[in-house]
Nanobody, 120 residues
Framework: VQLQASGGGLVQAGGSLRLSCAASGTVFSIDSMGWYRQAPGNERELVAAITSGGMTNYADSVKGRFTISRDNAKNTVYLQMNSLQPEDTAVYYC???????????????WGKGTLVTVSS
């Protein structure tokens, strides 16, 4: 199983980016999916998460600016980021609790990060 993230890049302050993360391989079922970020010198922090039923949770710093969504048929989670600010600059990581085909338990997976740089 792999989580493949895409959509990072360089954007000016006030701009927008959309991140995508697709789970591939022998995926049987996905519970929660989410995005974390880590800026230089900082710990990794939760940005947003979404359950299989569509319930969402956001960090206070991104509420009203970021929107998380998912396409269960495509095993994909998205993060629409609007009104980006320099403090949003970080490596963004996709995360998911999922069950592989033939497995009995859900396991937490991380994708490789995608860099988001916001210039002032």
């Amino acid at each position: 199983v792999q989580l493949q993230a895409s959509g990072g890049g360089l954007v000016q302050a006030g701009g927008s980016l959309r991140l995508s993360c697709a789970a591939s391989g022998t995926v049987f079922s996905i519970d929660s999916m989410g995005w974390y970020r880590q800026a230089p010198g900082n710990e990794r922090e939760l940005v947003a998460a979404i359950t299989s039923g569509g319930m969402t949770n956001y960090a206070d710093s991104v509420k009203g600016r970021f929107t998380i969504s998912r396409d269960n048929a495509k095993n994909t989670v998205y993060l629409q980021m609007n009104s980006l600010q320099p403090e949003d600059t970080a490596v963004y990581y996709c995360n998911s609790n999922l069950r592989r085909v033939g497995a009995l338990e859900y396991v937490n997976y991380w994708g490789k990060g995608t860099l988001v740089t916001v210039s002032s």
